[in-house]
């Protein structure tokens, strides 16, 4: 990374020294939600060969942005998690993809990860529309589960929580596009775009109303 580096005294510049290189700021992305193996990483990551994966999260690891550690028994497995340090760039990528999403060239017929769209739903959900929802949705996204909660006025996305929830949404990622770019989220457009609830229709649906631009 010294090679790389801006050599400028300017505190942004040291941050693109860090976290500036390709790949680094989407293994960051999908580690937002909790600790990865990195078979899942390269799963998710699907355009970043395996030796630029592990050098980016060499560099990562290196920079005190992420750590690896063994999960204890049964599991045992080795895995990537942010640190707290690493965690604060949340805020930093949701308002690049609440920038990016205004580009004309935006494609969102383009792959999608699950982390990638649970972040969306987060970061583009206005809290007076939020502020009123009620109920706890879980998302289904390709397999990777989200919970979605009001909480202190804004929408709250995580990792599950255990907590039984009210409605289900399960969809391959890219499907909820349509419904953050202003398609009305009605029962019938829902299933029309390939999306299936589960529990409380009306409070998934509300969900998808809310986050709607």
Known sequence: MVARAYDEGCAATHALDLVGERW?????????????????????????????????????????????RKLPPPAGSWVYELTDWGRELEPIIMGLGRWGIQSPRFDCEAPVTPASMALALKGFAPSARVEKLAGLVELELDGEVF???????????????????????????GRLWPFLRGLAATP?????????????????????VAVGS
């Open 147 to 173: 919970h979605a909660f009001v909480q202190d006025g804004r929408l709250r996305v995580t990792a599950a929580t255990g907590r039984h929830p009210d409605a289900r949404i399960i969809a391959s990622p």
């Open 24 to 68: 680094a700021l989407l293994i960051v992305r999908e580690l937002l939600f909790g600790p990865k193996r990195f078979t899942d990483l390269d799963g998710r990551l699907a355009g970043a060969s395996t030796s630029v994966l592990s050098q980016r999260l060499q560099e990562l690891a290196a920079a005190g942005v992420l750590t690896r």
């Open 188 to 208: 019938g457009n829902l299933r029309n775009n390939g999306i299936r609830t589960e529990g409380d229709e009306a409070t998934a649906v509300a969900l998808l």
